[in-house]
């Protein structure tokens, strides 16, 4: 059995509706981003302001332009080797000065994560039974077992810090592994992927956040970067790698599952570009087991503490915060509200009764939106805008927060974490940074459509990720630290996209001829 039927016109459409869809989001997470900005207050209300922003924008996009045309010229004189240990040592630099001017303290769900594996290492499993942390969210255990692994090395958390950065510089590593294969080693466009990955700085102040972040995407681009392998039909283990992969990166965070999904529908489109049965197989596969590591981890508590662990919050009631607009001068609409815990224990922990609340939550939310279109409209709007342009992505607000008790140590620090001069303008910076990201994505895309360059696989990853995240985030909870990773799978090609920009920027001023009178 094969599947040549589809693989001429059919499949060239099928590539093209990809492009034209993601095309579509970039230009307009690219508008909104021109238009507005939002910024998340430093203390423990967590709410996101969003203000207008468009000539502030325009002069960002043309001071990045500026900057990406001499940065590119400057660094193709220096080799990749020496660029990526130049960045190297000043994220090391800064990452050293900011754990140690920080007091080793984290909040909120990190804490409690943090907390249980320590207590479940030590034989104390309350954190299971009813009214413990892991009994509303037992889907946490995934990250309570990484940080058990973390605390086998030590439990204090200033060496989880470290080991945090540690996983930073893998990811750095392996996205710059990753450029090479994606883009057969061509030079200018891997030494760009460098550069714009160290200025794209959210994951520096991410060391402070014991929440997954990190090492998931550290697995996420590990997988890429195999299924690259796989097209290249370099190494024979690739699928096995890539399906270890999902299976950690979805055990640790659940919301990678968006990630396994992306992959597994590469492999559909690998298995119609090649006329081949199998990839649909391991597509299958990996929707199907993805998520089981976390299943294997709740089965190993459960043993441990001979304690029979629930499932939880059920699902249903996440969507039906993601849609709430109840207190907009207390939270912001589709954010965190604890809507999920309180309608959970109202239920009296009964996960039927708790799901038939979440569904009676939601068909209410239909009949609002339905009512009145333009309040739907603005509700969606405000909670894309909210979530998707934030410069931070909230990395700052995920560390040390003097409104939390958490106290740092220097007048830098505290600028930054207070919200002042230097988180605005940090703020600002991350704004130019995401603003140059889909600026140049979109170029890569254009450029190869117009040129009429195949496209590897792979290529399609960062925006069929970027479109599931986008839907996923807005139906569900959101935060913006939550797309931080979806922005950054787009750097390689974005760096693609400069090049190819710039390039054409120097062969058009090589062109220009100056005619003087005879």
Not at 78 to 95: K, Y
Not at 314 to 328: C, N, R, S, T
Not at 392 to 414: A, F
Request: charge should be neutral; aromatic fraction near 16%; include cysteine.
């Amino acid at each position: 059995m094969n599947l040549r039927f589809l693989k001429i016109k059919k499949f060239n459409y099928l590539e093209n509706a990809v492009i034209f869809i993601g095309l579509l989001l970039l230009m307009l997470l690219l508008g909104v981003n021109v238009i507005f900005s939002t910024y998340i207050t430093q203390n423990a209300g967590e709410i996101p302001v969003i203000v207008r922003s468009f000539f502030p924008a325009l002069l960002l996009l043309t001071l990045a332009a500026i900057l990406f045309y001499y940065l590119f010229k400057y660094v193709q004189r220096m080799n990749a080797n020496a660029l990526f240990i130049i960045g190297f040592i000043v994220d090391t630099v800064l990452v050293i000065y900011l754990i140690f001017n920080v007091e080793p303290q984290i909040r909120a769900d990190a804490y409690s994560v943090y907390e249980g594996a320590i207590q479940m290492m030590a034989g104390d499993y309350s954190a299971l039974k009813e009214g413990g942390y892991f009994f509303y969210y037992p889907h946490q255990l995934g990250l309570a077992m990484y940080n058990s692994v973390v605390n086998l090395i030590s439990p204090d958390i200033t060496v989880h810090f470290f080991v945090n950065y540690g996983m930073l510089l893998l990811l750095y590593w392996i996205t710059w592994k990753c450029a090479v294969l994606m883009f057969e080693g061509e030079d200018k466009t891997v030494k760009m992927t460098i550069v714009l990955m160290f200025l794209f700085y959210p994951a520096l102040f991410f060391v402070l956040f014991l929440y997954g972040h990190i090492p998931g995407c550290v697995c996420i681009m590990g997988a890429v970067t195999l299924f690259i392998r796989k097209e290249r039909e370099v190494g024979k283990y690739n699928d096995l790698g890539i399906i270890i992969l999902l299976i950690l990166a979805c055990t640790i965070r659940n919301n990678y599952m968006v990630a396994a999904i992306t992959i597994a529908i590469l492999y559909i489109l690998y298995a119609i570009r090649k006329s081949r049965v199998i990839p649909i197989v391991i597509a299958i596969l990996i929707i199907t087991i993805a998520s089981t590591g976390g299943q294997l981890v709740k089965e190993y508590y459960q043993n441990q503490s001979e304690i029979e662990i629930n499932e939880g919050i059920p699902k249903i009631l996440w969507i039906a915060m993601g849609l709430q607009d109840d207190a907009p001068d207390e939270y912001a609409g589709g954010w965190y509200n604890s809507f999920t815990k309180k309608a959970y224990s109202q239920a009296e922990r009964n996960e039927e009764i708790a799901s038939e609340l979440g569904k009676a939550e939601i068909k209410k939310r239909i009949e609002d939106f339905t009512a009145d279109y333009r309040y739907a409209i603005n509700f969606f709007g405000e909670k894309m805008i909210s979530t998707w342009t934030d410069g931070t992505y909230q990395s700052i607000w995920s560390g040390p927060l003097e409104d939390c008790g958490q106290n740092v140590n220097t007048n830098i620090l505290k600028s930054i974490f207070s919200g002042g001069n230097l988180f605005k303008g940090i703020h600002i910076f991350g704004r130019m940074v995401t603003l140059s990201i889909y600026v140049g994505t979109i170029a890569f895309y254009v450029i190869k459509l117009i040129m009429k360059e195949k496209l590897f696989i792979t290529h399609y990853f960062p925006v069929i990720y970027l479109c599931g995240g986008f839907l996923f985030h807005l139906i569900w909870e959101t935060k913006s630290q939550y797309v931080w990773t979806y922005v950054y799978m787009l750097i390689p090609l974005a760096a693609c996209g400069w090049k190819m920009l710039i390039e054409q920027m120097i062969r058009n001023k090589r062109r220009t001829i100056i005619y003087e009178p005879t």
